[in-house]
């Protein structure tokens, strides 16, 4: 009877070292969502400016993804993840000291870059370190940062605003835990690749690489489906805060400690089961994982939908339910990104989850600020004229934010169709990527 493959031995101790960074990645990019208002204010802004600090980072983002990940294919992951965490940490530090809307911009391109370099090369190294079986508790685990480092900013940047009077000042403490966690990216020691697959794998470089992504009908379904999970993620993390105090009129710590609960506390939940979850189904069956994630995505996109169309309800109701519908979205880390490496080879995986997140954020994360802000202010002119004002005021302002928000939901049912569609296409892809890598090990 044959056997898993091992594991690294130090497996799980680069895991936590991994994601800690990750922890501080999704901190840094969160702080600028959190004090959008008081920059608004003080540079007298509209949602469509404040939705292209949001876009221009991740188009910067998803361009320097791609060459950055064909590197972590060939070149040392440990070494990339750590000059790039450096880089973006600094930035970070940097961007404190913004004097106007175009030097915020034009910092936050420059995080975009350093943050691109990491998590090819992470999810790269975690397929390495963990046989097939494991990677999605693995992967739960990683992108634990994620929904740890949304709850950490959302829960102290507004009290650093309050306590040093400054929106700046949460930019200069961010960075420095970042910087001090560069300096253990570079004692990683690489894997072999392919080490953890349960067949023997090809070495050497790979001729044509993207054709060989593109062929990969799973692989396309699910960057669609990510298209669309980042447009509605990125729209919700970039305006939640700003639309809770307009419509809602909660001050900014409160609005951003709310933000926290739905972004971040449900994350915990979400992908410690869900990771757990979608092991469970994937051994049970070969379609387990894709299937419980775009059930997951209906989920989310009925609770967040009617959160939205219930109107001014008690704040805590509204949050309790988009809440709700916010847990079951993030299966679609533990869901899809294992299934990326399941359906491709282990010389290809940091270049196929660089050419995922260019798809994701592009399309998605780059345009889900961006329209929404656009929308807003739309909106925000209709019921200006609908009430036959003469000039804009908060009160209109709160009305648009809050009716250019039901693209999320919108997003969501659009991305449970895609998930639909790569598990029709799974099991002939993942047999087929198997076959390509060669004979399967004899057990020991």
Request: net charge positive; aromatic share 14%; hydrophobic share 55%.
């Amino acid at each position: 009877m044959s056997q898993h493959p091992p594991q690294a031995a130090n497996a799980w101790r680069i895991l936590f070292l991994l994601f800690l960074a990750n922890l501080f990645n999704f901190f840094d990019r969160t702080i600028p969502a959190i004090i959008i208002e008081p920059i608004r204010l003080e540079w007298h802004l509209s949602d469509l400016q404040l939705g292209l600090i949001g876009t221009a980072f991740t188009l910067v983002y998803a361009l320097a993804g791609l060459p950055l990940g064909r590197m972590a294919d060939t070149g040392v992951r440990s070494r990339i993840m750590g000059w790039g965490l450096a880089a973006w940490s600094a930035l970070t530090a940097i961007n404190g000291f913004a004097w106007n809307f175009w030097s915020f911009l034009l910092i936050r391109m420059g995080i975009g870059i350093g943050e691109a370099s990491y998590a090819p090369a992470a999810n790269s190294l975690i397929g390495d370190l963990f046989p097939a079986h494991k990677r999605a508790r693995a992967m739960g685990i990683f992108m634990l940062g994620l929904p740890l480092g949304l709850l950490l900013a959302f829960f102290t940047t507004g009290a650093m605003v309050r306590a040093f009077d400054s929106w700046r000042a949460p930019f200069f403490i961010a960075a420095v835990p970042g910087l001090l966690l560069a300096l253990f990216m570079f004692f990683i020691r690489d894997p072999q690749r392919g080490a953890a697959e349960s067949v023997r794998v090809k070495v050497g470089r790979v001729d044509k690489p993207l054709s060989k992504l593109l062929a990969i009908r799973t692989f396309w379904w699910l960057t669609l489906a990510g298209l669309c999970f980042n447009f509605a993620t990125y729209a919700s993390n970039s305006f939640m805060v700003p639309m809770l105090q307009r419509y809602f009129l909660l001050p900014l710590e409160q609005a951003a400690i709310a933000t926290g609960v739905i972004c971040g506390v449900t994350g915990l939940v979400g992908l410690t089961l869900g990771g757990w979850l979608a092991d469970k189904l994937h051994q049970r069956y070969e379609r387990g994982r894709l299937l419980l994630g775009a059930v997951s995505m209906l989920i989310a996109c009925l609770a967040t939908g009617y959160a939205l169309l219930a109107g001014r309800i008690e704040v805590s109701l509204f949050v309790g339910v988009f809440s709700a519908g916010w847990l079951f979205s993030y299966n679609f880390y533990t869901c899809v990104y294992t299934s990326i490496q399941d359906v491709v080879e282990p010389r290809l995986r940091a270049t196929a989850m660089a050419l995922f997140f260019a798809g994701l954020y592009l399309l998605g994360g780059g345009l889900g600020p961006v329209v929404v802000g656009l929308l807003s202010d739309h909106f925000s002119h209709t019921a200006m004229l609908a009430a036959g004002a003469l000039e804009m005021n908060e009160s209109f302002k709160a009305v648009g934010l809050h009716n250019a928000m039901y693209l999320i939901p919108v997003a969501l049912f659009l991305t449970t169709l895609a998930l639909f569609q790569a598990a029709r296409r799974f099991s002939h892809d993942a047999r087929a990527m198997q076959a390509d890598m060669g004979d399967v090990v004899p057990a020991f």
